[in-house]
C-alpha cells in the first residue's frame, strides 16, 4: 500500500467523513491491514477562512498555511497528497510547486468521473471562492460540459450554509435550502448536480428527480485507488 497525506481541517468534520471514507473503502478491498494516512489539520485563522468562503478575499493569507502544512507532510514520508476541500484546490498549483510529490487533484477526478457517466450538462453548488476562481468552470468547458450554478442570492445562501457547517452546525432548514436549489436546477434540465463543496454532503441533500453527486466521495474512491497503485 502507498501512504497519503490529507492537507484537511478545512472543514473538520468533513475531514474526518473522508478519513473515513477511504478507511472503509480499503478495508473493502484488503481488510489485511489498514493504510497509512497522515493528517495535517491546518492551523488556519478563522478570520482568514471566512473571508475567503464569503468573499473570495485574501487569497494570499491563505498559501503560507497550505504550503507550510504541505511540506509537512511530505517530511513525513507519504507517497501523495490530498485535498477534501474544493475551494483549496484554488491554490493546488502553489501547492504541487512547494512538494515533489503528486498532489491529486478533486477537480480532475471529477471531470473523469463525468466523462465517464456521460453527463453533458450539470449543476454545481459551490461557494463563492471555487465559482470566481473558475475552479471547475475551466475545467468543464475544456471538455465541453455544459453547467448551471445558482444565483447571486442562492450563493450568498450557500456561503453562510457551509459557514455553519464548518461550524458544526447542521440545520434541517439548510438543508431545505440546497434541494430548493437543486429543484430550480432540475427545472433548467440537468442530468447531475454536483456538490462541489465537500462540506455539503453533511446535510444529506437528495431529489427524486436527479442524482446529487459528493465530490468528496470522488476524491476519496481516486485516493483508494492510489493508495493501491
Known amino acids: 500500500m502507498r501512504s497519503v497525506g490529507v492537507i484537511g481541517g478545512l472543514g473538520p468534520e468533513t475531514t474526518a467523513e473522508f478519513y473515513l471514507e477511504v478507511i472503509f473503502g480499503c478495508q473493502k478491498i484488503d481488510d489485511s491491514e489498514r493504510p497509512l494516512i497522515v493528517i495535517s489539520s491546518v492551523p488556519l485563522i478563522t478570520e482568514i477562512e471566512r473571508e475567503l468562503i464569503a468573499t473570495n478575499k485574501g487569497k494570499e493569507r491563505y498559501i503560507p498555511f497550505l504550503i507550510s502544512e504541505a511540506k509537512r507532510l511530505e517530511k513525513s514520508g507519504v507517497d501523495f497528497l490530498v485535498m477534501p476541500c474544493n475551494s483549496l484546490h484554488v491554490f493546488i498549483e502553489e501547492i504541487r510547486n512547494s512538494v515533489k510529490i503528486p498532489v491529486l487533484s478533486i477537480v480532475d477526478e471529477t471531470i473523469a468521473y463525468l466523462k465517464k457517466n456521460k453527463f453533458q450538462e450539470i449543476g454545481l453548488i459551490s461557494t ?11 475545467a468543464l468547458a475544456k471538455n465541453n460540459i455544459k453547467f448551471i450554478a445558482p444565483n447571486g442570492l442562492q450563493r450568498a445562501k450557500i456561503n453562510k450554509i457551509i459557514q455553519r457547517l464548518i461550524e458544526g452546525q447542521h440545520l434541517n432548514s439548510d438543508r431545505n435550502i440546497i434541494e430548493s436549489v437543486v429543484k ?46
Open 128 to 138: 463563492s471562492a471555487t465559482v470566481e476562481n473558475k475552479v471547475y468552470e475551466n
Open 184 to 229: 430550480d436546477m432540475v427545472d433548467l434540465k440537468v442530468n447531475c448536480v454536483a456538490l462541489a463543496c465537500t462540506d455539503l454532503q453533511l446535510l444529506l441533500p437528495s431529489s427524486s428527480e436527479v442524482n446529487i453527486f459528493d465530490t468528496m466521495k470522488i476524491l476519496a474512491d481516486a485516493t483508494i485507488r492510489e493508495i493501491f497503485a
